[in-house]
């Protein structure tokens, strides 16, 4: 029996809608339907917390209990997330070893049940293969892996601190081997995915699959080769430097390219989705034209008082990850003959019937039961309509306009800190390396190099900053063009788009951001500065000029005054060169 207090024993049982012991009881405690429970540790013990998770497909679950070896119900207390797919989850502390079994429960029914053994030997069988139930214990777990208050600053120096925190990673120490003590993870932008994808794969026991690829052209997307797969997390537990080898093997392959593949193409690890709620879960990977890729992590949904937001995570080169708000400031998309870009799924692998394993192709995927469909819905689509189409998603009732103007001044400020960080980061390097020059690539390479360039510079981020001003800008005029997307109250779109150019000029005066001088001392500037600085951030990305410098003062203000480095002369005068990049917001190929 459990040891927690009586009082809070009958708090649980009165806040969750109860399942008959009955039902329970004459229940084979089988998992056939649309929820699933899932169980971390491998090996529970009476001795350490042990972690439910229930995950469904086609609804909320309402409540978790447990039934012990005499038929008595133990409720536990649980927290919802997400939807779809929608999960509940709680921890178990204080039982006795023994046999369990673990309900799950909506209105009242009964939705699935799962064996739960405490400190008998042998462990929990592993699924071993993946399809709809994994996919959503995945998606689920991403979603509580990034889960915060939606205004909070989620922002992490690597992916290292999230998935060593036991609260936060479901599936923290899941193998009983202390597995998760100083492992190594610092994956930059295009390794991110793979990294979460190839950490889960080894939690739960699953295989992965990974191709080399090009880096296309001017003319055409990467292309890529046969699949490697990995199966060795299918072959019982595998020790932390089984997963580091994988890992690194992944690390060598997968660029800034893999994920831009031709949306019709096969020979992919991605391929495209529909642009809908359903199928848009967390751990979705977003690939823009450009070569930067974020995961989804959550949905908050829209309500009376709040804009909803689509939350997603992203890596840096210097290796730090970022929540953040997707919009078009952050979700590029571009037609573009270079690249194909949208949302996408990972690849699934499937059993061949001689005990092998391969990917399934497109057709395939269109209406496979067990994964997000393969659609090129997102290759019709304009950039305009695309954005259309996700706002529409993220706030099916619409926006009023001073609602829509407020979240897109949230998210440029956001963007705006999240750059301060990033600055920081290069300045920090320099203190370490005082006097020391970073090399600059040619051409298209300032994009993609590796080294410190790579790890500190900013172009691609510059140019997203650029493209985030110019859409909070225009929103005056997109009122006007796309008017079903907002909640005008009767007025003319062009009357609500002439109030909010004046709520604009109001606004970018009051809201400000600080960043850190050379000598150490604050420096505030209002986001009208920030936006009256738009030229400069063309050539503020080198990494070799001064903080000032990357924040547009100019020479001979205060400001400007603490500054004590810039840039040689001839990587000034390649940046100059590369100015027409910016100002154009025009990626080149590599």
Same mark, same amino acid.
């Given at each position: 029996?459990?040891?927690?207090?009586?009082?809070y024993?009958?708090?649980c049982?009165?806040?969750w809608?109860?399942?008959?012991?009955?039902?329970a009881?004459n229940?084979?405690c089988e998992?056939?339907?649309?929820?699933?429970?899932?169980?971390?540790?491998l090996?529970p013990?009476?001795?350490?917390?042990?972690?439910?998770?229930a995950?469904?497909t086609?609804?909320?679950?309402?409540?978790?209990?447990?039934?012990?070896?005499?038929?008595?119900?133990?409720?536990l207390?649980?927290?919802r997330?997400?939807?779809?797919?929608?999960?509940?989850i709680?921890?178990?502390?204080?039982?006795?070893?023994?046999?369990?079994?673990?309900?799950a429960?909506?209105?009242g029914?009964?939705?699935?049940?799962?064996?739960?053994?405490?400190?008998?030997?042998?462990?929990?069988?592993?699924?071993k293969?993946?399809g709809l139930?994994?996919?959503?214990?995945?998606a689920a777990?991403i979603?509580?892996?990034?889960?915060a208050?939606?205004?909070?600053n989620?922002?992490?120096?690597?992916l290292?601190p999230?998935?060593?925190?036991?609260?936060?990673?479901?599936?923290?120490?899941?193998?009983?081997?202390?597995e998760?003590? =100083?492992?190594p993870?610092t994956?930059?932008?295009?390794?991110?995915?793979?990294?979460?994808?190839a950490?889960?794969?080894?939690k739960?026991?699953?295989?992965?699959?990974f191709?080399?690829?090009?880096?296309?052209s001017a003319?055409?997307?990467?292309?890529?080769?046969?699949a490697?797969?990995?199966?060795e997390?299918?072959?019982?537990?595998?020790s932390?430097?089984?997963?580091r080898?994988v890992?690194?093997q992944?690390?060598n392959? +997968?660029?800034?390219?893999?994920?831009?593949?031709?949306?019709?193409?096969?020979?992919?690890d991605?391929y495209?989705i529909?642009l809908g709620r359903?199928?848009l879960?967390p751990?979705?990977?977003?690939?823009?034209?450009y070569g930067?890729?974020?995961?989804? +992590?959550?949905?908050?949904?829209?309500?009376a008082?709040r804009p909803?937001?689509?939350l997603?995570?992203?890596?840096q080169?210097?290796?730090?990850?970022?929540?953040k708000?997707t919009?078009?400031?952050?979700?590029?998309?571009?037609d573009?003959k270079?690249a194909?870009?949208?949302f996408?799924?990972?690849?699934?692998?499937?059993?061949?019937?001689?005990g092998?394993?391969?990917?399934?192709?497109?057709?395939?995927?269109v209406?496979h039961?067990?994964?997000?469909p393969f659609?090129?819905?997102q290759?019709?689509l304009?950039?305009?309509?695309f954005?259309a189409g996700?706002?529409?998603?993220?706030?099916p009732?619409?926006?009023?306009?001073?609602?829509?103007?407020?979240a897109?001044?949230?998210?440029?400020?956001?963007?705006?800190?999240?750059r301060?960080?990033?600055i920081? =980061?290069g300045?920090a390097?320099f203190?370490?390396?005082?006097?020391?020059v970073i090399?600059?690539?040619?051409g298209?390479?300032?994009?993609?190099?590796l080294g410190?360039?790579?790890d500190?510079s900013?172009?691609?981020?510059?140019?997203?900053?650029?493209?985030?001003?110019?859409v909070l800008n225009?929103?005056?005029?997109k009122?006007v063009?796309?008017?079903?997307?907002?909640?005008?109250?009767?007025?003319?779109p062009?009357?609500?788009?002439?109030?909010?150019?004046?709520h604009?000029?109001?606004?970018?005066?009051?809201?400000s951001?600080?960043?850190?001088?050379?000598?150490?001392?604050?420096?505030?500037?209002?986001?009208?500065? +920030?936006?009256?600085?738009k030229?400069?951030y063309?050539?503020a990305?080198n990494?070799?000029?001064? +903080?000032?410098?990357?924040?547009?003062?100019?020479?001979?203000?205060?400001?400007?005054?603490?500054?004590?480095?810039?840039?040689?002369?001839e990587?000034?005068?390649?940046m100059e060169?590369?100015r027409?990049?910016f100002?154009e917001?025009?990626r080149?190929a590599?």
């Open positions: 029996m459990p040891t927690q207090p009586s009082r024993f009958l708090a049982l009165l806040a809608a109860s399942i008959s012991v009955a039902l009881e229940h084979s998992e056939t339907g649309e929820t699933h429970i899932w169980i971390s540790p090996n013990t009476a001795d350490e917390p042990i972690k439910i998770m995950v469904s086609d609804g909320p679950v309402s409540g978790l209990s447990l039934i012990d070896s005499q038929g008595r119900r133990l409720p207390k649980s927290r997330r997400g939807g779809p797919p929608w999960s509940r709680a921890i178990a502390e204080g039982f006795s070893e023994g046999e369990y079994r673990v309900l429960g909506r209105n029914k009964l939705t699935a049940c799962r064996p739960l053994a405490i400190g008998a030997s042998g462990a929990q069988e592993s699924p293969t993946w139930a994994t996919e959503a214990f995945y777990w979603e509580e892996l990034f889960g208050p939606p205004e909070e989620l922002s992490l120096p690597s290292e999230v998935l060593r925190n036991a609260e936060r990673n479901f599936l923290y120490n899941h193998l009983g081997l202390n998760d003590k =100083n492992l993870l994956p930059d932008c295009a390794d991110l995915p793979y990294t979460l994808r950490y889960f794969a080894w739960v026991g699953l295989p992965i699959a191709r080399a690829c090009g880096r296309g003319n055409a997307p990467p292309r890529c080769g046969a490697t797969v990995k199966t997390f299918t072959q019982g537990i595998r932390q430097a089984s997963f080898n890992s690194g992944l690390a392959a +997968v660029h800034s390219g893999t994920a831009r593949t031709g949306l019709e193409d096969e020979s992919t991605l495209p529909p359903e199928r879960w751990g979705t990977v977003y690939a823009d034209p930067h890729v974020l995961v989804l +992590v959550e949905w908050v949904p829209q309500t008082g909803g937001m689509l997603a995570v992203d890596a080169p210097d290796n730090s990850v970022t929540r708000r919009w078009e400031g952050t979700l590029l998309f571009a573009s270079s194909g870009p949208g996408k799924a990972f690849r699934p692998l499937v059993r061949t019937d001689s092998g394993w391969r990917t399934l192709a497109n057709d395939e995927l209406d039961p067990g994964f997000a659609s090129l819905e290759d019709q304009a950039p305009d309509d954005y996700l706002a529409k998603l993220v706030n009732r619409g926006l009023d306009p001073k609602q829509a103007y407020e897109s001044l949230d998210a440029l400020v956001e963007q705006i800190e999240t301060v960080t990033s920081d =980061n300045e390097y203190r370490k390396h005082p006097g020391s090399p600059m690539p040619s298209a390479a300032i994009f993609q190099t410190p360039w790579e500190y900013t172009p691609s981020r510059d140019m997203r900053l650029i493209i985030a001003i110019n225009g929103l005056p005029e009122i063009s796309h008017p079903e997307l907002f909640v005008i109250n009767g007025g003319s062009e009357e609500a788009a002439a109030e909010i150019e004046q604009h000029a109001k606004r970018i005066r009051e809201r951001i600080r960043y850190t001088r050379t000598d150490g001392s604050p420096w505030e500037l209002s986001v009208a500065e +920030v936006l009256a600085r030229p400069a063309q050539m990305y990494p070799n000029d001064c +903080v000032e410098i990357r924040w547009g003062a100019k020479p001979g203000t205060e400001e400007y005054s603490t500054c004590r480095r810039q840039a040689p002369a990587q000034r005068a390649k060169k590369y027409i990049w100002r917001v025009r080149p590599q």
